[in-house]
Each structure stands twice: as C-alpha cells, then as structure tokens.
C-alpha cells in the first residue's frame, strides 16, 4: 500500500497573505513554526504568515479549520511519497481517519517515530480514504495522508 502526503497549494496561502486576521510572523525557534506548503520547520528569523486554515473542507459534522503557518514565498507543493515530512519529526501527532463519506471511522494518537507504521495501519482499513494529521498539542492541522497509487 502506497501513501502520499502533499503540502497545501502555495496558491491558497497566497490568497490569504493580505485577507483579514493574517498576520505575519518571525519564527523564533526550530522546531516550532512549521509551513503546511513545504512541510518543513521554518528557520529562526524567517517570515511565515499565521493565518486561518479550513483543512477539512466537507459537508459534515468533522468540517474542520484553525490557525496555520505558511512561508509566503513557497512556490510548490511538497509531496511524500512512502515518506513522512520534516514537520512530523518529534512530534506527538493525533491522526484522524476519514472514509469517503467525510465521516471520522477511526482515529489515533502517534508519538514521534510512529506516523509511517500508523499510517500504514489505518489504510489497512478499506472504509478509511483519507487521514488528516494534526499536531496533538495545539491541535492545527499539519497534512492530509491520501492512499496513492503511482
């Protein structure tokens, strides 16, 4: 089984850059500031812009939106393939699975280290087509893991 995790559209934080509520900010530490485009940790200094993400997007009762950060000069979309991104590393992640009805069918906490088995165990579960990743502790969205077939 073949998963795939992409970043969001550079295309999007771009409509956000100057919307209502955004706000630009420096990162101050590395970990802590992590761009949902290029799925990686911004460096110490580098502008993100802190703006309000709708990550689930669906006609049910898991429509799901908070803060999120974006580098805005991001020109592409990160993609893994079989391969967990820098923004999972050293992170407790809460993982939620979702089937093509956009119903929550199962969902499980993840210590650093684990996303690649946990991933791959909730795709074993053929009503799960999709799984959005979450930090657990502030609970924003990190990236959405779809089941790929190259």
Not at 80 to 102: E, K, Q, S, V, W
Not at 138 to 148: D, I, L, M, N
């Amino acid at each position: 089984m073949t998963y795939q995790i992409t970043g969001i559209s550079p295309i999007e934080v771009g409509n956000f850059a100057n919307a209502p509520g955004t706000i630009r900010v420096r990162a101050s530490s590395k970990p802590g500031f992590p761009c949902r485009v290029t799925l990686e940790d911004a460096e110490p200094g580098e502008e993100l812009l802190l703006f309000h993400h709708v990550s689930h997007a669906v006609d049910s009762p898991y429509r799901s939106s908070y803060a999120i950060y974006a580098r805005p000069g991001a020109k592409a979309a990160a993609q893994y393939t079989d391969a967990i991104p820098p923004i999972f590393a050293g992170r407790p992640l809460g993982m939620r699975a979702f089937g093509a009805d956009a119903m929550l069918k199962t969902a499980k906490l993840c210590l650093p280290g684990e996303a690649d088995s946990i991933i791959r165990e909730l795709f074993e579960l053929e009503e799960v087509a999709y799984i959005d990743v979450h930090n657990a502790a502030h609970g924003c969205f990190a990236a959405r893991v779809e089941r790929f077939e190259s």
